[in-house]
Every structure is written in C-alpha cells, then in structure tokens.
T-cell receptor, first 117, second 112 residues
Framework: GAGVSQSPSNKVTEKGKDVELRCDPI?????LYWYRQSLGQGLEFLIY????????KSGLPSDRFSAERTGGSVSTLTIQRTQQEDSAVYLC???????????????FGPGTRLTVL | AQSVTQPDIHITVSEGASLELRCNYS??????LFWYVQSPGQGLQLLLK??????LVQGIKGFEAEFKRSQSSFNLRKPSVHWSDAAEYFC??????????FGTGTQLKVEL
C-alpha cells in the first residue's frame, strides 16, 4: 500500500513569509509525528498526534510553529514569519496507535526540504 | 535528560569489510531502541529494534545490533559491507511509546 507522503518535496521562501507543509499518513494509522532534521541539530521531535487526544506539542521550538490534523488523517505544519534558522528537512511519520505501554513502528515520509532565504 | 549519542560522525570502510556503528543512550530506564537508515533523498527506514529479551537482534539487509545494559550501548554491526550500504545511520530511542529521540547520525562511506 501507499506510504507516508509529504508535499511539497522542496519549498523555498523568503524570510518573514508563512509556509504550510502537508503530510498524508498511511491509511488507518492513528498516530502522526512531525520531526525536523537540520544541520547541527540532527533529528528533533516537533509534535505528535494520537487519535482525538490533545497533541503533544512539547517539541515545537517557538510559537511561530503550529500543526493541525484534520479528520484524524492529513496534517499540516505551519511556520509563520519564517526565519533562516527554520531551514531544514521536515519529516512526517505515522504509526498505528502508540502509547506508554506499547510501541508501533513509525513509518517516515520522504520529507519536505525548506529553504528560507 | 534523555539522550542518544552517536560518537562517530563519519566512518569509511572498504567493501567486504566488517562494520560497527556505535550508539549510547542515557535514559532513566531501558528504553526501546532502534536503528534507522537514510539514503540520499529518502525517508528513514527501520533496520531493527530492541524492546526486551534476547540482546542480539537481527534486522533487515544483514544488519544486527547488540544491546548491552552495562554499557548503555546498542551498537549496529554488519559482517560484510556492500557498496549499497553507503548512507546515514541513526540510532533512536523512546521511553514511552511515542516520540523518538535520535542521535546525530553516522555517515557511512564505502570504498570499492
């Protein structure tokens, strides 16, 4: 079946502009994650959605970052007033339900490369 | 704080040689441990995972990893490296079933 898809694959924007990054998880996966991969910082957790529960936003670096997940499926990561340090690859992953006492494999999308000029 | 450390940023091996990539973790309790591989322009692919039980775990593409509690390590090994193994390798951990903490990655170069 189809894997996790992300769009766009590449995004170039000017400093100060807003950007939206999209993630389509694997059908039936109730958990969805966003990570950021940047030079010098490696891979960092940003936000996690699990079903209808309140998302875990503990990894969002500032209030310019937000994410939503509509209908328990597609997710959008929004970065407002982009800064050059936001340049990175943004990876999305999905899994079957995960919780404190269980783990289901996270399947990653190919990522969106964001460049802020 | 929970952390995963990969001390080697770059490693170069000859094709056919053995490989060991190091990973150390710092967690309050034994976490779930993973190795992922990322080829250029590709997403992360899970190679193997350790939850509990047998400390030597087998993965895809001929990789294995050994969990050593006394050393807080989960090193990745392969007896004979192929040119197609050139990629970046990430060790990761989770303590509670959801968000992963990643190491900074090891870039593997394979010399023919």
């Amino acid at each position: 079946g189809a894997g996790v898809s992300q769009s766009p694959s590449n995004k170039v924007t000017e400093k100060g502009k807003d950007v939206e990054l999209r993630c389509d998880p694997i059908s039936g996966h109730t958990a969805l994650y966003w990570y950021r991969q940047s030079l010098g910082q490696g891979l960092e957790f940003l936000i996690y959605f699990q079903g209808n529960s309140a998302p875990d936003k503990s990894g969002l670096p500032s209030d310019r970052f937000s994410a939503e997940r509509t209908g328990g499926s597609v997710s959008t990561l929004t970065i407002q007033r982009t800064q050059q340090e936001d340049s990175a690859v943004y990876l999305c992953a999905s899994s079957r339900s995960s919780g404190r006492s269980s783990y289901n494999e996270q399947f990653f999308g190919p990522g969106t490369r964001l460049t802020v000029l | 704080a929970q952390s995963v450390t990969q001390p080697d940023i770059h490693i170069t091996v000859s094709e056919g040689a053995s490989l060991e990539l190091r990973c150390n973790y710092s967690y309050g309790a034994t976490p779930y441990l993973f190795w992922y591989v990322q080829s250029p322009g590709q997403g992360l692919q899970l190679l193997l995972k350790y939850f509990s039980g047998d400390t030597l775990v087998q993965g895809i593409k001929g990789f294995e990893a050994e969990f050593k509690r006394s050393q807080s390590s989960f090193n990745l090994r392969k007896p004979s490296v192929h040119w197609s193994d050139a990629a970046e390798y990430f060790c990761a951990a989770t303590g509670g079933g959801n968000k992963l903490t990643f190491g900074t990655g090891t870039q593997l170069k394979v010399e023919l």
